[in-house]
């Protein structure tokens, strides 16, 4: 066992929401020091959005709040007291320009998502924090008291021990407030393999049942319908429905991918939150996905009676689709639905039921891509337990949680960013009035 700091504020994770929370912090003048397991922190900041980082979401909170899950409500208090407009001036203000483009998604000019965390981790140190890298927390407990009975849940306890190994050593760190931000369960490779949850639990906190979100769902039979090799198919301006039980329980309009891991995409992704968690609770599920929405199942008939009559019997159903589907769809099309691409068709029957799978298209839902592969974790530290308006534990005063780890999540479109930047600034305005008090 080896040396002993102190801190005021000791952050464990230095992802997302830990170095929003450090430079939040130095600006308030607060001590702060992050322990981060890897060699630099931000890994995980470094491949989001496709490397380009998708910091916000530019939409304001009436339709911002329909993105999150799996309530809204919890994260209000921290949206206010740091907002997607407040981030986007905030981060201009340290020195990284943004821009926003489709969808109202915000981006830094550079399009290069390393220099998020890289500008972050610049203005904690240039101001006076520390961030110590490759150190790996072992264990939180609080210092006990000696006058454990004066204690309310208004005074903070004395302070928190954190326990980490760094080269082979066994180091200890005090602080006065303990901020957990070490993130979810997805792409464990950034250092995120969950390690909070125990963290919190050993404070008292219950967990939530957690699963993986915009991931890919997996039908049926997949890999032997869809040959995909590198080249995912993508289909676009498509409807997707998502069947539990036998009812639908919600429908998305946009593009979709098939991916070598199952469906995905913008509108795959959006029904994976739902799918999942019925998966996981043992329900039967099945994606309806109509090719053709903005047309009448009639319209469409008469669409291909058209296409037929001006080919005067002279096209097989192959040359048909390819009228009508992206090429690389046709032959998963076909043998997911028992057709004959080589023969031609003509009878009124076959024509409806033509058209009526382009209109629905239905695909049993037999599992999902685990963490490995989803972006994100649903499921967390139980938001019942923490202050909607200050992020702090309600069972432990001074113990703090942010982004990922708590049960709170969102759909793509930087909104999961902002909900790491969000909560950890509104922990750290609370330290910060606290100290003022
Ligand atoms: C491929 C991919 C793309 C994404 N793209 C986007 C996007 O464009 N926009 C968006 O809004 N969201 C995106 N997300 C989601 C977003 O990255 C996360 O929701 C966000 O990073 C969560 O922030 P966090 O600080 O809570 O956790 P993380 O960013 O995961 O940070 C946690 C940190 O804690 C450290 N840590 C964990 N355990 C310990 C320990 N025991 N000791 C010390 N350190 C520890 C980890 O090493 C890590 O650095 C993407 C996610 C993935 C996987």
Redesign the pocket.
């Known amino acids: 066992m080896m040396g002993m700091q102190y801190h005021e504020l000791v952050i ?8 929003f929370a450090a430079a939040m912090a130095v600006d308030k003048g607060i001590d702060v020091c992050i ?4 060699p630099f ?5 470094g ?4 490397g ?5 979401n530019t939409k304001p909170w009436e339709e911002f709040s329909t993105h999150i899950h799996p309530s809204a409500n919890f994260f209000k208090s921290a949206f206010r007291a740091m907002s997607n407009e407040d981030t986007i001036r905030y981060l201009n203000s340290i020195g990284l320009p943004t821009v926003v483009e489709r969808g109202c998604r915000v981006y830094p000019e550079s399009m290069c998502a390393k220099d998020v965390s890289m500008t972050l981790a610049a203005h904690i140190r240039n101001n006076g924090g520390t961030i110590i890298n490759s ?4 264990e939180c407990s609080t210092v006990e008291n000696s006058n454990d009975n004066e204690q309310s849940p208004e005074t903070p306890v004395a302070g928190f021990t954190i326990s ?1 190994e760094q080269a082979g050593r066994t180091c200890i760190m005090q602080g006065r407030y303990l901020l957990l ?4 369960l ?2 464990p490779a ?4 969950g ?2 949850y125990a963290f919190a639990q050993a404070f008292g906190h219950s967990v939530t049942q957690r699963f993986p979100s915009l991931t890919a769902l997996v039908p049926e039979a997949y890999t032997s319908t869809f040959k995909i090799s590198s080249n995912a198919i993508e289909v676009k301006n498509v409807e997707a429905g998502l069947e539990v039980n036998g009812s639908e329980v919600q429908r998305e309009f946009g593009d979709l991918t098939f991916t070598d891991g199952g469906i995905e995409g913008p509108i795959g992704f959006k029904i994976s939150r739902k799918a999942v968690e019925n998966l996981i609770n043992g329900q039967k599920m099945k994606v309806h996905l109509d090719l053709k929405p903005a047309v009448s199942l009639e319209a469409l008939i008469a669409r291909i009676e058209r296409e037929l009559e001006q080919a005067q019997g002279r096209m097989n159903l192959n040359q048909l689709l390819r009228k009508l589907l992206p090429g690389q769809l046709i032959e998963a099309f076909c043998k997911s639905n028992a057709l004959n691409a080589n023969v031609q068709i003509g009878s009124r029957k076959e024509i409806s039921r033509l058209a009526s799978l382009l209109k629905d298209w239905q695909f049993r839902i037999v599992d999902y891509v685990g963490y490995n592969r ?3 974790t649903a499921g967390g530290v139980s938001t019942k337990e923490i202050s909607q308006k200050t992020m702090e534990s309600k069972l432990v005063p001074g113990l703090y949680i ?4 708590l049960n709170l ?2 759909d ?9 930047f969000s909560t ?1 600034a509104l922990a750290v305005n609370h330290i910060a009035a606290r100290n003022s008090e």
């Open positions: 464990v994770g230095g992802g997302a929401a830990g170095l322990l981060e397991k890897n922190c931000g890994k995980k900041i491949i989001t959005g496709k380009r980082c998708n910091i916000t150190c790996n927390v072992i980490y931000a070490t993130g979810g997805s792409y950034t250092g995120s393999t390690d909070g989803a972006v994100v942010a982004g990922e780890l999540d969102a793509t479109g930087g909104y999961n960013l902002q909900i790491a950890a």
